[in-house]
């Protein structure tokens, strides 16, 4: 899977998020924010094909986790990102 190019994290007022806006002629805009962990794989992952392990890979070497919670917190990032249509899978 892939972040699609298309998007960027933002800072605003202090919080890193992204926005998503609407179709054409629908005021759908949202905002996802993201906290230090995923803006840390955002920036790792992004632009490369990655998979669950990749990103469970990040967060133990940057937080000293187990491996079983990094895979964990890493699956519910990608739902996330799935759920909001910020990956190319």
């Given amino acids: 899977m892939k972040i699609k190019q298309e998007y960027s994290i933002r800072n605003i007022a ?3 998020v992204v926005v998503l806006h609407g179709s ?5 805009t949202r905002i996802v924010g993201f906290n230090q962990s995923a803006l840390d794989l955002w920036e790792a992952l992004f632009g490369s094909d990655f998979s669950i392990e990749d990103a469970a890979a990040v967060l133990v070497n940057k937080y000293e986790i187990d491996s079983e919670t990094a895979c964990r917190d890493a699956q519910q990032w990608v739902d996330t990102l799935k759920d909001c249509g910020l990956l190319d899978e």
């Avoid at 054409?24 to 759908?28: E, F, P, R, S």
Wanted: no cysteine.
């Fill in 14 to 16: 202090g919080e890193n």
């Fill in 24 to 28: 054409y002629g629908v005021n759908k």
